[in-house]
């Protein structure tokens, strides 16, 4: 079988999490090219070494260019912060690379733009990793949409809530300066959320917005006195849709007890749907009948639904890295075809013009366009 | 002891709901003034008439005005659609009773502003019926972030679904009217979860808003065609507290599945809260517990929970009518003790102007004062 | 219309569940025949005095002998201790009365046979108040069983759990003495477990069982040292059903954070229910629907659901309370069409036989035949 | 670091299962010694060739008789149906190897205890799987129970739901075959639930039981007529603790809409637990907090849960097959420590007997010593 060597940047959180995708795809799923854990790619020599024994790649490399150039390399895959999404994007493609890229996909819209151009110019295939649209309840939903089960969608409900910056000593990670993250919960969760509504209800035209940040100044991590929060700890939205749908799209950082609340709710003229991460193997479906009519929680672990004919029996639930074995599985199927996966870097941009629309909305206290 | 002679100006959904408060009070608390049901008020003679004798009242009257003219008549409890409160009120003030009026106050601002110089000008107390704020699980969140339980309040995200008009088939009834109801899911549910904001998190002070209609026109009630639905199928709305807290309110009757979904979920910086009306009974609480944290389902039935000592044993749980006879429990001790009691019209005043701030955002496309 | 003179013996826990069904019945209802409340009985002359005011009846008296000898009533209810159930009932049935009898119809086997040879001898209706036979939700259940919905019935889960016992301090009330209750968790509510195992399943024919009391002895409620629990604090039991089914059920006060846990689920070969007492106003309904298959939740308070049609609109939820207006409202229909409601006294002699049996079989470590 | 040589016998449902968690334990865990994926064994070349590839084992073979011989390897997985356990676990005994064995550890109690023999006179380490104690909740009420939260635990309440057997059509295959698998339900998903009894409640010293099968003859797996189903369908029991606590288990295949529904609750002097293994990351605490009380859902997810440090951050669930990784964790801890792992086949003994004795006391329809 033909075989494809991937390139990974970066080996933190993301960085885990696709080194395990890429190493279990092939293990549950009937692959059509086996993805070979060719060279792992971080800053710190000692880190990524120990990395690459742990997840299994054959190399480590301190230095990316250097990697983006090697022949033998097919994938870059890209898990390292928003601010050097491009450069490595953009070297990638000029190598002419199949390229895989975290969400966000850059920390603005100028950015995210030239990424996209650069993918195209060179004739790349790109994705963007949005691994949640590929949890099996959510692509159930997706699947219940376009069948018409829920006639005309009104509402998309989106709320993505967690709690770890609720304690004030929190110190002031990268995540919380602006030009590394770009934003703060916009950004992180709430482009989550707002792909999910795009990908489930349609493009968002216009929205109304509030960004706020409610622990403005936090401990320096390396101790010596307090810097500056420079994002969002809480941004919402209200937001219509081109096909007439309208909805609010809220994430936040500071609602105790949610951990990883990633919830939507869809009403549409003939039922509804809902989904909470924090019980992704859950799908909640509404439709009319009669005196029986209720919302019924489907446990989607059947082979009947999306991705689970790869792992185990009904009942038997399956968990958050699964989300980007079934992501790194659909990238080798499109590699194998040679056809543009899905959402790629034009889903990048758009749903950056969502977030950018959201945060212009907050300063001018008005509408916006997307 | 001491009676109070109550009339009741309205004998439908509403009027069954207040005659059944009135009559149970005093069966399951002890009540210090004993209400007798002195008089139900209705246009139509033979459905007033019936209505008397179902529900206990000794008699009957066509005439409001004749009725806020009696001297015996203690108190004036109006059930009558939204555009009838005002003058109804008017007369009940000047004729110096206690009155007690449905929710909205008005169907617009100036006609809730009149009514409260009117209550205020003949010194008659006066009480807003706002039944869930007398849910015991409602009124247990409330006790518990009065006590600092929450710590600082940061988030409320309300949101109050039904599904009763997603079928286009259902007829332009008077509540689609602008004339007589004022707004649609605005006024009749999205006050609702304003009113439990302001009680349980503090005042608004500004929001951006979104109407929209989503179904034009409805056949006729009496048949004949097809009439404009001229209010809101849906609201949804961002609001900016006084304290600095930030939240959605949102508000539909096009949510499939929903009955009547009215929810909230506050997040402070010490904990959570959660309810549903659909499980009124069950208050959800989340505070940091270390390794055993996690949101706790509190059923408030046991007899420490508000209200719950005039009912049954703990795990017996109550109804949606229980929220009326709280309110009508509290409205005799008010009066007993000739204290104003919560909320009153000056709480419809301030309720009615975020509703109108909500309108009116949704008109300019900007942020609004209330 | 016609009336029904009703005598209500007992007026605690059960006499006022009981007279706020005959209060509420012709408020809610169509009634076929009016119910007058004409007279409640207690020992206690100031506690039912206080009573009779509190609940709406026209009379008390200190004497059952004396009502139910009195020409004009026609129903004679009986709310008082089990051990009191067969007297009255006798007493009642020689003078023809309707009978009325509250769960469990007797202390043992043999007196609840005298009492349904009585009522047969005279010729009287009787009734037996099971009154979660009457929740919505249960009836639903029943009606969608009987329609099929969930194929041949294989299993039976009950589970009644309380927690009102867990503190060891709580005092040897009459509710642990075995000469007043008869049983423990026993007949107080595994009864009503099996009573809807019955109603919903068929008939037991044998069981096997578990008795055992935690706490051996208690204070004495009026202080002075401890006097012996002499009832069970849990029932355990194994069931075979005439048609095959088997079962588990169960009843314990002693499972902590359980107020009022009557549970049950009930399999067939084509289909699954749940109910929980807790949440009395859902039912969740399992049937095969391929990829789309899950549990829902039905909120059984649309107008279409059993006895909804009497209540609030769609969502509104009822209480506790209300499941013995329906019984109440059952009767009357009965007492209309002169004939014999369920469930009757050969239910309670049938139920009582399950009880015993599972007495037995505890006794004798071996399956016993009901 | 040290490495210890695996070899895996078995390469279907539990094959995969194992494979995953040595391949994975490394990745995520600081492991003590390294596993070494050496060889899996099936008798079918083709399947077995095909798994190593997949699972990434260096080798596969089809004689688990000349693999147990091996000099290098450490530890013999033992994989199979429960027939075959014995030989294999014996001649793993008789080579000295580390033996691990899938449950039920035999298909009878003699076996096992020849087993347990075997394993002890060659100073083996020994280990059964039963990966449900180290579900992350699971471990964690073990712990809330060690640390005295519940009090004296008075109940278990466990129920092994599925419903793969509800269709008629399901063909007779290996598990429904006696001389294979033993038992039905009772041995493949009852000693699953008296497992967990045994490790929270502890030893279980006599049970009543019921064993049914429900549908008595299916397909032939390779067509042509009905075979008979030789095992039961439905396994229910009453048991008493050692320590006092009473209990009910029951186990079916005949639960429409439970796929693999696992639950227990655990009521005890001071509180209660309650875990379903269809949400698995999520476990329901209740303890005594006043008008506070109420089930709490902790999602077992944080860092300080037990093994969650080797997964994501808080609220990014994990799934089935990670409870084998944490199994294969700590049998390597074990071996580097030389220590016995728990649960072994010790436990596995006790358990069989548990089993043994309730299909005693179905046969006999007397309680049972165990």
Redesign the interface.
């Known amino acids: 079988m033909k075989k494809v060597n991937v390139a990974l940047i970066g080996y933190k959180?993301m960085g885990r999490?696709h080194?395990?995708a890429w190493?279990q795809a092939?293990?549950f799923f009937d692959v059509p090219v086996t993805p070979v854990l060719k060279v792992i790619v971080g800053r710190d020599e000692a880190g990524v070494r120990d990395a690459a024994a742990?997840?299994?790649w054959e190399e480590h490399s301190t230095s990316w260019e250097e990697v983006v150039r090697r022949e033998e390399i097919d994938v870059i895959d890209i898990c390292t912060p928003g601010d050097t999404h491009l450069p490595i994007a953009l070297a990638a493609a000029a190598a002419g690379k199949v390229v895989f890229c975290e969400k966000p996909l850059a920390n603005n819209v100028a950015d995210a733009e030239r990424m996209l151009e650069a993918v195209r110019a060179n004739n790349c295939l790109h994705m963007l990793c949005h691994n949640y649209r590929r949890v099996p309840a959510v692509a159930?939903a997706k699947r219940?949409i376009d069948d018409g089960r829920l006639g005309e969608v009104?509402?998309y409900?989106g709320?993505y809530?967690?709690d770890?910056l609720?304690n004030p000593e929190v110190p002031r990670v990268w995540r919380l300066e602006k030009s590394k993250a770009g934003s703060g919960a916009l950004g992180d969760i709430l482009s989550h959320s707002a792909d999910l509504a795009r990908h489930l209800v349609g493009e968002i035209t216009e929205v109304?917005?509030?960004l706020?940040t409610?622990v403005k100044a936090r401990p320096a991590p390396e101790g010596g006195g307090l810097l500056p929060v420079e994002v969002d700890d809480?941004a919402?939205?209200?937001v219509?849709f081109e096909n007439?749908a309208?909805?609010?799209i809220?994430a936040?950082r500071?609602?105790?007890?949610?951990?990883?609340?990633n919830r939507f709710?869809i009403?549409?003229?003939?039922?509804?749907l809902a989904f909470n991460?924090?019980?992704?193997?859950e799908?909640e479906?509404?439709?009319?009948e009669?005196?029986?009519?209720?919302?019924?929680?489907?446990?989607a672990?059947?082979p009947?639904?999306p991705y689970m004919e790869g792992?185990?029996?009904?009942?038997?639930?399956?968990?958050?890295?699964?989300t980007f074995t079934h992501t790194v599985l659909d990238l080798l199927r499109a590699i194998a075809e040679r056809k543009q996966p899905k959402p790629d870097f034009e889903d990048g941009v758009r749903t950056q013009k969502v977030l950018d629309a959201i945060e212009r909305a907050s300063d001018s206290?008005?509408?916006e366009s997307v």
Do not use: C, K
């Not at 009403?267 to 509804?272: D, I």
């Not at 792992?311 to 699964?322: N, T």
């Open positions: 959180f999490a080194s395990n190493r092939a293990s742990r997840f299994g159930l219940l009104r509402h409900r709320t809530l967690q770890w609720v109304a917005g509030l706020d409610f809480a919402l939205s209200l219509r007439g309208v909805g609010t809220e936040t500071f609602a105790p007890g949610r951990r990883n609340y709710e009403n549409g003229s003939r039922g509804s991460l924090e019980r992704m193997n799908l479906l509404y439709t009319e009669g005196p029986e009519s209720g919302f019924r929680t489907i446990l672990t059947d009947t639904h792992w185990w029996p009904p009942g038997h639930i399956i968990g958050y890295e699964h206290r008005r509408w």
